[in-house]
């Protein structure tokens, strides 16, 4: 009789403290916040005209602009005029030497040119323009972009692909933000959506 109760006991023990050790190693499990991704701005130029619907004077005075875009089905366009499915519509970038965009500035340009969407180097320079072809990027994909202000110098860089333009000035440029721009001599046929995430 003394043994079985002498048994219960050491039983129930045991099953005490296993329930406290039991007990005593768990803890509540706190969720992980979700960290939201910067989906960038959407800029939209409507059908009819030039401008993108935000298009803010921003004055900048920096060395470099960095970015990555994301062109959706909207950027396959046919020019009414077919001499004008060449023209360069402009992307982003800045006015520069302190002047207006027209006399210095540097800027990526894109088309729908020869069925594929390509990507340009896009300045002016004392007021004369001038241009040259980066490559093509994909439709729905986001494409890292990066333009250096140096001295002299304009650099244009897309998937490790650079191409230089001449500069009017040297050191920070200073000037103001320049939008996306539909033309060339044409205004779009129809909206055109452009999702433009900055990189720090």
């Not at 027209?102 to 800027?107: L, Q, V």
Request: one cysteine or more.
């Amino acid at each position: 009789m003394f043994f079985c109760v002498l048994v219960r006991q050491v039983l129930l023990s045991l099953l005490l403290g296993c329930g406290a050790i039991a007990c005593n190693t768990v803890s509540e499990v706190t969720p992980i916040p979700k960290v939201e991704q910067d989906p960038g701005v959407v800029y939209t130029i409507k059908k009819g005209t030039h401008y993108s619907d935000q298009n803010n004077v921003t004055k900048l005075l920096t060395s470099r602009i960095s970015f990555e875009v994301t062109f959706d089905s909207s950027a396959v366009y046919t020019s009414a005029i077919p001499n004008n499915q060449a023209d360069i519509n402009k992307l982003y970038g800045l006015s520069d030497c302190n002047t207006s965009h027209h006399t210095n500035s540097a800027r990526f340009g894109w088309r729908w040119y020869n069925n594929r969407l390509e990507l340009l180097a896009y300045t002016y320079l004392n007021k004369q323009w001038g241009y040259k072809l980066i490559g093509s990027v994909p439709i729905g994909q986001a494409v890292p972009l990066e333009l250096l202000l140096e001295d002299g110098k304009y650099v244009f860089k897309m998937y490790g692909q650079e191409v230089s333009m001449p500069r009017a000035c040297g050191g920070a440029a200073e000037g103001y933000q320049l939008y996306p721009y539909f033309g060339g001599d044409e205004t779009a046929p129809h909206d055109i959506k452009i999702r433009i995430k900055e990189v720090e």
